[in-house]
């Protein structure tokens, strides 16, 4: 099986900064796509960065240029640079992975979830 650790939350100043790392592990082969997700109050769940196994990426409008998705491949490790935040980053960021392992070609794995608050 495989598990998604989320790390590097917390509370930060609006301009602050903050890096969000999460780490697979488990039963893998090698990983594919890794993303971060969002749920901001009352919102529904948003797709903030993704990055391919080619290190391909996308970000949503709201982040772009505030914002870099990386990932480090001999750790399974994805990592969140946020940059210039302001209040309506405060949310719970998931991370998410597409995983290769003796189970399936492509698995879909979630972490339990990390709170961003940003606030004066």
């Known amino acids: 099986q495989v598990q998604l650790v989320e790390s590097g939350g917390g509370l930060v100043q609006p301009g602050g900064s903050l890096r969000l790392s999460c780490e697979a592990s488990g039963s893998i082969f090698s990983v594919n796509a890794m993303a971060w997700w969002r749920q901001r109050p009352g919102l529904q769940r948003e797709l903030v960065a993704r990055?391919?196994?080619?290190?391909?990426?996308f970000y949503v409008d709201s982040v772009k240029g505030r914002f870099t998705i990386s990932r480090d491949s001999a750790s399974n490790t994805v990592y969140l640079q946020m940059n210039s935040l302001v209040p309506r980053d405060t949310a719970i960021y998931y991370c998410n992975a597409d995983v290769h392992g003796p189970d399936a070609p492509r698995r879909d794995y979630w972490g339990q979830g990390i709170q961003v608050t940003v606030s004066s």
């Open positions: 990055i391919g196994s080619s290190r391909s990426t």
